[in-house]
């Protein structure tokens, strides 16, 4: 490991994409500003079209610091916004930030430290969900349970070593460029397909408990529906379009609407049966959404009540809200039914 000083580590290029972010975008930055990295750094914000003074506010940050750079993000998208970002710096490791993400101090640190241990092309950990009402609570817990998201590494934690995806993630510029950067026509999920593309190029994608990033949820139940009918949509799309890549865990939320919906169904045809005079064996349809209520109330008791009786409440609903968003927008999108994919990008 070289000597820790700035002239032997590598210098390191934040690259942010921001869009109507005021409330959360001064928080992500000090915390880039803050890092214990000892090497050279430079924060550069692709800045989207905003209206909620967001654009006034990186204003600010950029003039009082002369390693933040602006950057006009015209097109406003993430994947737009990061190659922009990444094209307009300059140092050989790049560190992907979100603007609802706060890094720890030592978050830069550690990564460096990782990709010259393992010589990865990209390092990422955890996404730690902390939220500040009841409602975003319960949204974390859902996000860190393995029936919220499906328990991935990047949400519950694992040991360190090669990985399909990471949260967010520090990459070589170098296989960055090499790849293509990220692929702007993906709204959502753009993540996992350019860490697809790295493997298949022959790099490796590396997680590390050791990294924990905080991120902030959705505030609102209509957000939260939202950012997640617009995941399940591209994660239909890039399961249609890459068949070959995708997990058993990525079917499971649309077999569970899909196996909901025709209990239901069936259910009704079985009260229908009943009034008819004929044997209602049909009334077993009711069966699967009982089920289901029974795996919520469960995962509720286990998760949803570690916060108080209102994020127990609310954890009945968001978990819910999280799997039947992304089961049917999965549908529309494997199916291709969705009229304009691109306008799904889950703000």
Not at 138 to 151: E, F, T, W
Request: proline share 6%.
């Amino acid at each position: 490991m070289p000597d820790d000083t700035p002239n032997t580590l590598p210098g390191v290029s934040y690259v942010m994409p921001v869009l109507n972010e005021a409330t959360h975008v001064r928080a992500a930055v000090d915390s880039l500003l803050e890092q214990d990295y000892a090497g050279p750094i430079e924060v550069t914000i692709a800045l989207g079209p905003s209206i909620d003074g967001t654009t006034e506010l990186v204003a600010e940050l950029a003039a009082v610091d002369p390693r933040i750079r602006v950057v006009e993000n015209v097109v406003g998208s993430t994947p737009a916004g990061l190659n922009l970002a990444i094209r307009e710096s300059q140092f050989p490791i790049v560190v992907r930030v979100d603007a609802h993400s706060v890094l720890p101090a030592d978050y830069t640190r550690i990564a460096v430290e990782t990709i010259l241990e393992t010589g990865a092309d990209n390092v990422g950990g955890l996404m730690d969900a902390q939220g500040t009402t009841d409602f975003e609570r319960a949204v974390a817990r859902a996000y860190g349970s393995r029936v919220g998201l499906g328990g991935t590494k990047l949400h519950v934690g694992g040991a360190a070593g090669p990985a399909e995806t990471v949260y967010l993630g520090v990459f070589r510029r170098d296989r960055l460029l090499e790849v293509g950067l990220f692929d702007e026509e993906i709204k959502r999920g753009q993540d996992w397909e350019l860490n697809r593309r790295i493997r298949g190029a022959g790099g490796t994608v590396w997680f590390t408990p050791r990294l924990t990033v905080t991120y902030r949820p959705r505030p609102n139940l209509y957000r939260l529906g939202r950012q997640f009918f617009s995941t399940g949509i591209w994660r239909g799309e890039l399961a249609r379009r890459y068949p070959a890549s995708n997990g058993v865990r990525y079917f499971a939320p649309p077999v569970m609407v899909l196996g909901v919906a025709l209990g239901i169904l069936l259910g009704i045809a079985g009260l229908v049966q009943d009034l008819l005079g004929a044997t209602p064996w049909l009334l077993w349809g009711f069966a699967a959404p009982v089920f289901y209520i029974l795996i919520v109330t469960v995962s509720a008791l286990l998760w949803g009540r570690r916060d108080g009786f209102r994020s127990f409440l609310w954890f009945l609903v968001v978990l819910p809200c999280i799997h039947f968003c992304w089961g049917i927008g999965f549908v529309l999108g494997y199916l291709s039914l969705t009229r304009n994919i691109t306008a799904h990008t889950g703000r």
